[in-house]
């Protein structure tokens, strides 16, 4: 179980942010959400690169929430980006899109994706996702995002290392 | 007397050759040379008579050349009897002409000759030439015709596909803003109802009543959108299972409106694409469970029948308001609504029955009279044997 689920959100549209900012704090999640805007800056900040190298004020997530459609790199590759990381091959990745084609979920799921979520269009809808969210967080087990093995069979950075102060997996 | 019939009958002969309209050569087989010709063909070829006679045939042109006049005599002197059917050839002042040329070779009292019989068929033949041309000027329009149609078939599902795609991309797109009218003015009632007067209160409400209206229309329109392009792979169905399914879509419709729903057996098996029939179906009971007269309690029938040809006919009937006949078409059209006030709903609904059941190789249709409900069908394939696909699809299984 996650105490504190830290969550990042890759989404270009800034609306749907802060309704979702809004939402989460009202399911009760305790961390504040983190927010990018495309799907570079998703890799830059799950890199710890660039602007994003403190991982005290940019802890890496426990769970990312990635929209698809996106100007630059869209969710798919960076979904596909994020499972060529070996330190990042346990990183829960959910998509969040307002797409319900078939062909983009069964893409999703081939990329490694974990869950995929069709955006709800109410605000009623937006909270039960994050109330669901927070239950499914709470009840499931998730092994360390990164660990002594995985260390082991691929060499990380320094900078991903030092995850573990970060990443409160039991 | 002897000698004055004999040359009575001489004259008669030679006033036949005269005046014939057929060409007539006399020809000495030894010699090969012309010893008479009529005057028709001596006119026809452009010759006087003296140029022709003493000639040989191919000197001219009814033959190509000595070597094809020898043996066309020798072919005559073994067989008696020669003829070309059409040969082409050039008179004295250049015409080209087409002839029929029969020789044959009779005895003349011991001494052999060969007479010879021209027509004249440049006529025919250039009649024959001018249907062969037409014919064949047919055949290339016919190529090029269905070179065209085959091109504009493809122009047109280009397009097709181009303008459901863009379709899907709107409705998809027009989704991003609306989620943040409706989701800022519900935040708007609920966060800042105290700061706001009662009819900045019902604004707000107008504007996330309108963002869900066009929610509605956007998900109608991804839905048909998707009915229109998706792949569609037919399988055996229990069409019991399609109406179980579908009844459990329409659950939240039914105990809202306390609706009597009868399913009567038997059930058969059809073809068909196992999503698709069951928005069909969803849709044509939400429509029979909607257009009720208020107050009045919906009942809703759905029943098979074998029609001949392979097909299942499912009716769908209603005690509901009826559709007048004249607009028992138009109401599969996308956008068509037949009230606007009364009832809600985006006018996409029985579009996308249509859609759906054609794309599974059937038809749709209704009975109704105004007031006495609707009576809608759908038919589809039988699922039989021979229907059968050759393997089966491990996500087809229904």
Redesign the interface.
């Known amino acids: 179980m996650i105490d504190d689920p830290i969550i990042l959100v890759v989404d270009d549209?800034p609306?749907?942010s802060q309704?979702m900012r809004?939402v989460f704090e009202r399911a009760g999640f305790v961390q504040p959400l983190r927010f990018v805007p495309d799907g570079d800056a998703a890799i830059t900040y799950l890199g710890g690169q660039g602007r994003y190298r403190n991982r005290k004020l940019h802890p890496l997530p426990t769970t990312v929430l990635m929209d698809l459609?996106m100007p630059g790199k869209n969710g798919f590759e960076v979904l596909d980006w994020i499972r060529r990381q070996p330190h990042l091959r346990r990183l829960r990745v959910y998509i969040l899109s307002?797409?319900?084609?078939?062909e983009d979920i069964a893409r999703a799921y081939d990329l490694g994706a974990n869950s995929y979520l069709v955006?709800p269009?109410?605000?009623?809808g937006?909270l039960h996702l994050a109330q669901c969210l927070m239950s499914w967080l709470k009840i499931s087990h998730f092994a360390p995002i990164t660990d002594a093995a995985a260390a082991v069979s691929a060499p990380v950075s320094a900078e991903t290392s030092r995850t573990h102060l970060v990443d409160s997996a039991v | 007397m002897v000698t004055s019939a004999l040359s009575a009958s001489e004259l008669r002969y030679r006033r036949v050759f005269e005046a014939a309209h057929d060409g007539i050569l006399i020809v000495d087989p030894a010699t090969r040379k012309i010893v008479d010709v009529n005057p028709f063909l001596s006119g026809f070829l452009g010759y006087a008579p003296a140029e022709i006679i003493g000639r040989e045939l191919f000197e001219i042109g009814l033959l190509p050349d000595a070597a094809a006049a020898r043996d066309s005599i020798q072919e005559l002197r073994e067989r008696g009897y020669l003829r070309y059917e059409d040969l082409p050839l050039r008179t004295r002042d250049g015409r080209r002409v087409w002839v029929e040329l029969v020789s044959s070779l009779y005895d003349e009292g011991g001494q052999k000759i060969v007479q010879c019989h021209v027509r004249d068929i440049t006529e025919r033949k250039r009649s024959e030439n001018a249907l062969r041309d037409a014919k064949r000027k047919l055949a290339l329009h016919a190529v090029e015709l269905e070179a065209t149609v085959s091109l504009r078939t493809t122009e047109l599902q280009v397009s097709n596909r181009q303008l459901e795609t863009f379709v899907y991309s709107i409705a998809h797109d027009l989704r991003a803003p609306l989620r943040t009218m409706q989701g800022f003015s519900e935040l708007l009632v609920q966060d800042h109802a105290a700061t706001l007067s009662s009819q900045g209160r019902e604004y707000a409400n107008f504007i996330n009543q309108a963002a869900q209206t066009m929610d509605r229309l956007l998900s109608d329109l991804l839905a048909f959108s998707r009915v229109s392009q998706q792949k569609i792979e037919l399988v055996p169905m229990a069409l019991e299972i399609a109406v179980q399914s579908a009844l459990a879509g329409c659950d939240s419709e039914i105990t809202a409106s306390r609706a009597r729903i009868e399913c009567v057996p038997p059930w058969p098996s059809v073809m068909a694409h196992p999503a698709t029939l069951r928005q069909v179906l969803v849709n044509l009971v939400g429509n029979a469970l909607k257009f009720v007269e208020s107050g009045k309690l919906p009942q809703v029938r759905l029943r098979s029948e074998d029609l001949p040809g392979g097909m299942v006919r499912v009716w769908i009937e209603d005690n509901g308001i009826g559709i007048p006949a004249e607009f028992h078409e138009r109401i599969f059209q996308v956008f068509q609504r037949l009230h606007t006030t009364q009832y809600p709903g985006t006018g996409i609904g029985l579009a996308i029955v249509q859609k759906g059941v054609e794309r599974m190789g059937g038809r749709v249709g209704l009975a109704s009279v105004p007031g006495s409900g609707s009576r809608f069908w759908i038919d589809l394939v039988r699922a039989g044997e021979h229907a059968r696909p050759p393997a089966d699809k491990g996500d087809a299984s229904p």
């Open positions: 549209n609306n749907d309704l809004i459609n307002a797409s319900s084609r078939p955006k269009s109410t605000l009623g937006l």
